[in-house]
């Protein structure tokens, strides 16, 4: 099973910033520059929810509300995505997972990484 790993979540006071990362492991290495990267999050109780995309050519899109504090980027060289948050409030808590899709029914996961926007 491919996961993709993702790190930088933590606990961070309102208007506060962080800065998310995934990185894809070395058995889809060949592959992915041909994917779609993206962010989701999840709250529990509730649907997963696309948060924000990056495409191979680095044309990005987010979701409605989104775009004015959250910022994502890719660096193909390093396999690797970011999320840069800004402004967090408390409703922004949230497991953030990464996800790649892509050519032939590719579909990968990370485990999550856990956002709490907490004073």
């Known amino acids: 099973q491919v996961l993709l790993v993702e790190s930088g979540g933590g606990l961070v006071q309102p208007g506060g910033s962080l800065r998310l990362s995934c990185a894809a492991p070395?058995?889809?290495?060949?592959?992915?520059?041909?994917?779609?990267m993206a962010w989701y999050r999840q709250v529990p109780g509730k649907q997963r929810e696309l948060v924000a995309s990056?495409?191979?050519?680095?044309?990005?899109n987010y979701a409605d509300s989104m775009e004015a504090r959250f910022t994502i980027s890719r660096d193909n060289a390093r396999k690797t995505i970011y999320l840069n948050m800004n402004n967090l409030q408390s409703e922004d808590t949230a497991v953030y997972y990464c996800n790649g899709a892509g050519p032939g029914n590719r579909n990968y996961w990370g485990k999550g990484t856990l956002v709490t926007v907490s004073s």
């Open positions: 990056v495409n191979p050519s680095k044309r990005t």
């Open positions: 070395r058995t889809i290495t060949s592959v992915y520059n041909t994917l779609l």
